[in-house]
C-alpha cells in the first residue's frame, strides 16, 4: 500500500526554523496538506494544496514540495508550536493516506 | 457554523459491534464527502475511508475492508460507522472529518473512543 515517510521526531532551539520533510512516490502528481495536532486535541490543517496556507495560521507556516518529497517549514519556531505534523496526500487510486507524523519539539 | 457531533464513547467486547453516529449541521450535507479515520492510544492518524454523502456509495482503505461499514441516514444529515467483529486492536478514537471543496479535510468531529476489552 502507498506511503507517506516523515522522520519520527524534529527538535529545534526556539526561534530557529523548524522542517519537516514527507516523501512518497505520487506527490509529484498529487498534492500534500500538513496537519497540526496537539496533545488531547483534535487535527488543524496548516498547509494545504502544497504551500497554501489558511488565513488563520501564522505566517511562519510554510509548506512547499518538489518531485518526491514536500517540506513544512515553520520559521522562527515557537513553544506553541509543539505538536505532531501529519503530512496528507493520495495515491494514484484516490486512496488518502497520512504519514507517521513527526513530533516537533521546541527546546 | 460547520459542526460534527459524535455519539459518545463505549466500552465492549470482543466480538461485539459498535455504531458510531457523526451528525452534521451548518452546511449542505451532500455537498461534501465524510472520511472516517481513526487513531489508537498513542499512535498516528489512520485514513480509514470515505463516504460519497450524495449517493451512498463508500471508499474504504486497504486496511479497513471487511469488518467497516460506513452508511448514511438519507432522511438527515448523519454518517455512520459500524465496526463489527471487535478486536482489542480496534480500541482507539475515531474521528467523522469533512474534505472541503479544495480536497482536504477541514473540519473534524470531536471523536469517538472505542475500548474493546474482555
Redesign the interface.
Known amino acids: 500500500?502507498y506511503e507517506l515517510t516523515q522522520p519520527p521526531s524534529v527538535s529545534v532551539p526556539p526561534g530557529q526554523a523548524a522542517r519537516i520533510t514527507c516523501s512518497g512516490d505520487a506527490l509529484p502528481k498529487k498534492?500534500v496538506?500538513w496537519?497540526q495536532?496537539k496533545s488531547g486535541q483534535?487535527?488543524v490543517?496548516v498547509i494545504?494544496?502544497d504551500s497554501k496556507r489558511p488565513s488563520e495560521i501564522p505566517e511562519r507556516f510554510s509548506g512547499s514540495s518538489s518531485g518526491t518529497v514536500a517540506s513544512l517549514t515553520i520559521s522562527g519556531a515557537r513553544v506553541e508550536d509543539e505538536a505532531?505534523y501529519?503530512c496528507?496526500s493520495s495515491d494514484t487510486n484516490?486512496?488518502?493516506?497520512?504519514?507517521?507524523?513527526t513530533k516537533l519539539t521546541v527546546l | 457554523q460547520v459542526q460534527l457531533v459524535q455519539s459518545g464513547s463505549e466500552v465492549k467486547t470482543p466480538g461485539a459491534a459498535v455504531k458510531i453516529s457523526c451528525k452534521a449541521s451548518g452546511y449542505s450535507f451532500r455537498n461534501y464527502a465524510m472520511?472516517w479515520?481513526r487513531q489508537a492510544p498513542g499512535q498516528?492518524?489512520?485514513?480509514m475511508?470515505?463516504i460519497n454523502t450524495d449517493t451512498g456509495n463508500p471508499?474504504y482503505?486497504?486496511?479497513f475492508t471487511g469488518r467497516f461499514v460506513f452508511s448514511l441516514d438519507w432522511s438527515g444529515t448523519t454518517a455512520y460507522l459500524q465496526i463489527n467483529d471487535l478486536k482489542a486492536a480496534d480500541t482507539a478514537v475515531y474521528?467523522c472529518a469533512r474534505e472541503g471543496l479544495?480536497?482536504?479535510?477541514?473540519y473534524?468531529?470531536?471523536?469517538t473512543l472505542i475500548s474493546v476489552s474482555s
Open positions: 500500500s498534492y496538506y496537519y495536532q483534535t487535527p490543517v494545504y494544496q505532531v501529519y496528507y484516490g486512496h488518502r493516506v497520512f504519514g507517521g507524523g | 472520511n479515520v498516528g492518524l489512520e485514513w475511508g470515505w471508499t482503505g486497504q486496511d474521528r479544495d480536497s482536504y479535510i477541514d473534524w468531529g470531536q471523536g
